[in-house]
């Protein structure tokens, strides 16, 4: 079974930095296209970053040139480097595994989440 493990997230001032990290196991982590959502207090739950199994990127457009998000198939980990912090990025981050290897393939798994509050 596939198990998606997120940690990183916590507290930072406005314009700070985090890195999200999410450990996969359960399956061939290079074969599949990951990502990461977010769900703030009142929203509907959004899709941040995701990487295909052959390292194509996207981005929702409030993050662009700000976060980066990677994968290291050696580690079977994935990664969101998130820089100049918003207050509005307050949310918590979901590590997702696709069923496929593209990114517009059906969700197939989730993390428990991973709280990250920009805050002064």
């Known amino acids: 079974q596939v198990q998606l493990v997120e940690s990183g997230g916590g507290l930072v001032q406005p314009g700070g930095s985090l890195r999200l990290s999410c450990g996969a196991s359960?399956?061939?982590?290079?074969?599949?296209?990951m990502g990461w959502y977010r769900q703030a207090p009142g929203k509907q739950r959004e899709l941040v970053a995701g990487?295909?199994?052959?390292?194509?990127?996207n981005y929702v457009d409030s993050v662009k040139g700000r976060f980066t998000i990677s994968r290291d198939n050696v580690k079977n980990t994935l990664h969101l480097q998130m820089n100049s912090l918003k207050p509005e990025d307050t949310a918590v981050y979901y590590c997702?595994?696709?069923?496929?290897?593209?990114?517009?393939?059906?969700?197939?798994?989730w993390g428990q989440g991973t709280q990250v509050t920009v805050s002064s």
């Open positions: 359960g399956s061939i982590f290079r074969l599949y296209a």
């Open positions: 990487i295909s199994s052959v390292g194509n990127t």
């Open positions: 997702v595994q696709y069923e496929g290897g593209y990114i517009y393939s059906p969700v197939g798994y």
